[in-house]
């Protein structure tokens, strides 16, 4: 069971108290009418999956709440950093 | 039958015989003595039958990497454990315990037939043998070799005991109680840090208990532990798995080693335990020799004839022959002699050997053959000689023995280092992989970093011999009966690979995870593709280390603790009225309320008249709520939701489609606006807190300029719905300030006010198309509410009606269920329910993706009704719906049933269907192929009862 | 085949004890009723002055009945019938839970480790004063440490008789 550092409490907790959400900084575009079909299905589907470091949104859903990214070794599953929503992509 | 208890010498308390029972004969042993122990003093030597070739097989161990020695454990009704290993069983009074696949016993198996057939069983045999005809495997050769093959019988009755489990957190965790791992605990403990140390065996010391001259320092040591407020010592504990940052799954058996009328409480703890620091101490293990006859019963290792010796007082045998590649071997066996075991000869492979040994040996009058192998072994249930021979090929010569004792070197236990992910290196001295480089927070420490002095010795795959390998049976893993033949002959096959040759010969794929066996079988497979050992692999270490539980694992989650059963208030009333329950999601929800002997069918029709006609009332408790509260909750609703909601005013309400950003259905709920900034958002019943977590998302990570607020209060309110012509009638005398009227309280409205005393949230919404109301009360006055509404309602014929009728009722007025109608392919459109889009909205969450490509495109499946042709026919929900009865198969599926009833109501039956453009095909007889029959049933609008819904505004 | 024997107790029966259940060091019991309120707000002032009520400023610490949950939630935990004003028309969110949860008492010099059976907190670390959001097993909890040996455990009341028995279960096994 990893050990994740939430950057709002500050805190390292355990991840059962987390639940994972998916790749990070994938802005749901401002007028989704803007966009063509393929456009639209990128932002829909198409997700990376990289061998190495991974951006993703992790939900402290059983302490503060919060949504907020890590970055993640898909490999040797270590967490190098993790930052609030909105805060630039590390 | 040679082994025996010596005069003097072990930690077992002679002063306290113990009576037990191996295979229903009674044998004694002392406090202290392990089941393995007991019995070889008994002057057992035979404790097994192989898995494969059932043949005689004896112990070979002295702790838990044991192959042979597994027997089943009794300790009354639903406690019968298999597969334990002997060495592992502590000895307590009135021990029952059984030897493993044998029949009809274990001095005399109808399996060992095996045995002679042992040539038409060679690796990969199931996969060569029994691949055809297909149809036999299941029926002929799979029980057949169950059967035949394997290991203890699972138990079949439920588990009786209970078990416990914890988390718990130390600055420092040492795994293995021997002496490394007992400085590494003390001088962490000097530290201050909170140290756990945890140790597998019945007393903590490890090899120290097998070696005399260090008992002094172990108790002193172990006392100045225990002194230490700070440490927690764990004995009959095992760390079965290393996880992610130092996150340790240990098991602690608490009551397997007392007499069951001792044993209270839970039968094994759980231990989750997060460490700062991880210091393994985990030891090494001996490793087997690889010769014709090897697993004879008799043939062991020399520790484990040492441990036998010193730590319980038992000699293997009356005249034991030592067969060495190792130093090790030659320490061992004069300690025995030194014990008063009788050393006939020692055997070693090397031509020569430390002087010191040697003459040590000789001063013991030990015969002492450099440069020799064994090459075979007499006897069959018990070892009676051994053939020696210079080289293993020269002139052979017998030596008389009845124990064989077997010294090829030590494998450090790199188990949890490498589930840690330690790096290893191979190293030639040991012939085995030591842990390379440290990793963070984890380090080695004793014989299992290569920290230890076992002297020195030569690794060898198979001992030398004239006799080809096929011809021998020389046995690499005794769990799987893999013998090194068929390791050569995978290679000859084509595997290179370790892990193919692994899974190909099954060697180290038994329950001891090749513990003796995974480095023997690497040489050999390392001669035969005649490629250095690191260039072959290794296997992957997994966990668990030993097998453990099922109940070890779930701990508390067991019988009524399972899972939690999620009630509502009002659901111990339901339980007294006789209500027949069902499970949706955690919760459990009255279904129907059978009077007088009713069935189902019966009570439901009579539920459902009652709502129609009169008045029934509901538990809608379950409903998932959520207060929307701030200045922007409309805007935020507005883009969540496929309606339009800034337009709804205080006091009104709205249903609201819930759409995922692919366009598909995934939630549905009436909405309440109680004031400008907030509103009472309901959810389905499973659907609760997904809703709730999808919403937290958008708002949090793509609107966290909004100023709203989500709060759940699904379980604040208990919510009872009143539904039918007379519901206003049942309400009006217990409500205060709220005009009931229909002009002043309209259908999809919202008051606040009181009933019974209590606050309460009214509203006026349907899901039965009757008049109706549901009453939102706090969760505390609900029972309240509940018994005030069902007095006052008697003289109306009030009926509580469950979840059945609901879902009858609202399947007469075509109301989806969300899951049950939809199932995340569908539409607003495929429903039927563009009426509950915004066309005006430029957003909404799903909104562009109504315009994909394959949403907008014909042939997609659609909602509808279907009315069978014959009444009384009722569908069966998730039937299959085709054009043509008459196509061959494979058929064309149109679609399926979705809900299907008899409607009392309508004296009929009705379905809801997702059928292929199913909205043209209205009128169109379609046909729902049965077991045995055909359907016909036509195609019709969603809607079955008072489509223009003038019930609802009466 | 598998022979189920029927249990003695089924899920379904299980309830909130009535009494405090009792070990040799630990002893769980009902608090008594309380007002709760879900409070939510961007600027904590605002927050502080609709409620009239001092909040506490860093996630995980409790003041004057109030917990700070998460960047902008508290939870507060008020004498029974106590009212808080709900802020109509500012940027907050205030809503009455007071039936939503039922509260434990888990004191004692056991208390902890009774807690940690379930719990992933390292509870060594968790001060007098803290409070936060977390698990038991599945269960989630609000757990507030009021004292060395004196835990508070808030817990939606449909969850309450599960968590009841698996502490019970927790304290029997100690």
Known sequence: MLLIHCPYCDEDRAEVEFVYGGEAHIARPLDPSALDDTQWESYLYLRRNPRGRHHERWRHTYGCGRFFNAVRDTVSDVIETTYKAGEARR | ?954 | MIEITPLAVSAADLVVGTAPVSGHDVRLSLAPAAARYSLRARDPATLAGVIGRALPTRIGDMQGGIACLGPDEYYALLPAGERVPDGAGLPVSVVDVSDRALGFVVEGTGAAAAIATGCPLDLDRFAVGRATRTLFETVEIILLREDTTRFRIEVWRSFAPWLWHALVAAIADR
């Open chain 2, 1 to 954: 039958m040679s082994g025996y208890r010596l005069p003097a010498g072990g930690r077992i308390d002679r002063s306290r015989a113990i009576a037990f029972t191996f295979d229903r004969r009674g044998y004694r042993g002392f406090e202290g003595d392990s089941l393995a122990s007991a019995l070889v003093a008994s002057g057992v030597t035979l404790f097994g039958r192989s898995f494969k070739y059932h043949r005689p097989r004896g112990l070979l161990a002295a702790g838990v990497e044991e192959p042979n020695a597994l027997v089943t454990v009794t300790r009354g009704t639903g406690r019968t454990t298999p597969n334990l290993r002997a060495p592992s069983v502590p000895l307590h009074g009135g021990l029952v315990a059984e030897s493993q696949n044998r029949y009809p016993s274990l001095g005399f198996d109808l399996g060992a037939i095996n045995d002679r057939l042992g040539a038409f069983f060679p690796a990969g045999f199931y996969n060569k043998t029994f691949m055809w005809p297909r149809s036999a495997w299941e029926k002929l050769y799979e029980p057949a070799i169950r059967r035949m093959a394997g290991l203890g019988e699972s138990p079949t009755t439920r588990d009786a005991d209970h078990y416990a489990a914890t988390y718990a957190h130390c600055e420092t965790l040492v795994v293995g109680g021997g002496p490394a791992g007992i400085d590494a605990a003390l001088t962490a403990a000097e530290a201050g840090g909170r140290v756990i140390l945890i140790d597998e065996g019945e007393e903590v010391g490890g090899g120290a208990l097998a070696d005399p001259g260090q008992w002094a320092w172990l108790a002193d040591a172990l006392a100045r532990l225990a002194a230490m407020p700070n440490v927690r010592i764990l004995s009959r504990t095992t760390a079965f798995g290393f996880y992610h940052q130092n996150f340790i799954g240990a098991v602690e058996r608490l009551t397997d080693h007392l007499a069951p009328t001792d044993a209270n409480g839970a039968r094994e703890r759980l231990w989750r335990i997060r460490a700062g620091e991880v210091v393994l101490a985990q030891g090494a293990i001996e490793r087997p020799l690889v010769f014709d006859g090897n697993d004879i019963p008799g043939v062991m290792l020399a520790g484990a004839a040492r441990t036998l010796a010193l730590r319980y007082g038992v000699a293997v045998g009356r005249r034991v022959v030592v067969m060495a590649v190792h130093d090790s071997g030659w320490r061992d066996a004069l300690a025995l002699a030194e014990a008063g075991v009788v050393i006939a000869a020692i055997v070693d492979l090397r031509e020569t050997v430390d002087a010191a040994l040697l003459a040590a040996a000789k001063a013991a009058g030990i015969a002492c053959h450099l440069g020799h192998a064994v090459t075979g072994v007499a006897g069959r249930k018990a070892v009676s000689g051994a053939t020696i021979a210079p080289g293993g090929t020269g002139a052979a010569q017998r030596i008389a023995c009845d124990a064989l004792l077997m010294a090829g070197g030590w494998t450090p236990s790199v188990h949890l280092w490498s589930q840690a992910r330690g790096p290893l290196r191979w190293d030639d001295s040991w012939g085995a992989y030591l842990p390379d480089k440290s990793i963070e927070r984890v380090r080695c420490v004793g014989a299992c970093s290569g920290d230890w002095d076992f002297g020195g010795g030569v690794a060898v795959a198979a001992l030398p011999s004239a006799k080809p390998a096929h011809q021998q049976k020389a046995f690499v893993d005794y769990q799987n009966d893999v013998k090194s033949r068929d390791i050569e002959l995978a290679v000859r096959e084509g595997y290179r690979s370790i892990e193919h040759i692994k899974r190909y010969t099954t060697n180290g794929m038994a329950t001891d995870q090749g513990k003796t066996s995974n480095l023997n079988g690497l040489r050999i497979a390392s001669e035969a593709l005649a490629r250095p050992v690191t260039e072959v692999g290794l296997t992957t270490f997994r966990p668990p280390y030993t097998p453990q539980t099922f109940g070890a694992l779930i701990g508390h989650h067991k019988d009524a603790l399972f899972q939690p059963l999620r009630k509502t208030a009002i659901d111990d009333w339901a339980a007294t009225n006789g209500a027949v329950f069902e499970n949706v999601a955690q919760w459990r929800r009255a279904r129907y309320f059978p009077q007088g002997g009713e069935d189902m069918h019966a009570a439901v029709a009579r539920e459902c008249r009652a709502v129609r006609d009169g008045v029934g009332m509901f538990d809608a408790s379950t409903l998932g709520k959520i207060e929307v509260v701030g200045p922007d909750a409309a805007e935020f609703l507005n883009r969540m939701y496929t309606n339009p909601w800034k337009s709804l005013q205080p006091g009104r309400c709205r249903y609201g489609l819930l759409l995922r950003e692919d366009g598909f259905i995934t939630d549905d709920g009436v909405a309440g606006r109680m004031a400008e900034d907030r509103f009472h958002v309901t959810t389905t019943t499973g659907g609760a807190a997904r809703v709730l977590a999808m919403m937290e998302d958008y708002l949090q990570t793509e609107w966290s300029d909004l100023d709203v607020w989500l709060t759940s209060t699904t379980e604040h309110w208990g919510v009872i719905a009143v539904q039918g012509p007379r519901a206003r009638d049942v309400i009006a005398p217990l409500v205060e300030g709220i005009d009931l009227s229909p002009d002043a309280f309209p259908h999809m409205a919202v008051r606040e006010g009181r009933i019974c005393g209590a606050p309460t949230r009214l509203f006026r919404v349907s899901f039965t198309g009757e008049l109706g109301f549901e009453i939102n009360v706090p969760a505390d006055d609900a029972r309240m509410v509940w018994q005030a509404v069902h007095a006052a309602g008697q003289r109306f014929g009030i009926t509580p009606y469950g979840t059945e009728t609901m879902h009858v009722l609202r399947a007469e007025k075509g109301f989806i269920i969300v899951g049950q109608d939809t199932d995340g392919t569908v539409t607003p459109g495929d429903a039927g329910m563009d009426w509950a889009v915004g066309k005006k909205k430029p957003d909404f969450v799903g909104k562009r993706s109504m315009m994909r490509p394959d949403i907008v495109a014909s042939g997609r499946k659609q909602l509808v009704g279907l009315l069978t042709e014959d009444p009384d026919e009722v569908l069966e929900e998730g039937a299959q719906i085709v054009a043509d009865p008459n196509q061959p198969v494979p058929m064309t599926m149109l679609g399926h049933v979705t809900s299907s009833y008899w409607s009392a109501t309508l004296g009929r039956s009705i379905a809801l269907a997702l059928v292929r453009d199913g909205r043209a095909r209205t009128g169109e007889t379609l046909h729902v192929p049965m077991p045995g029959k055909t359907i016909r049933a036509v195609v019709g609008p969603t809607v079955f009862y008072d489509a223009e819904g003038s019930r609802l505004n009466d």
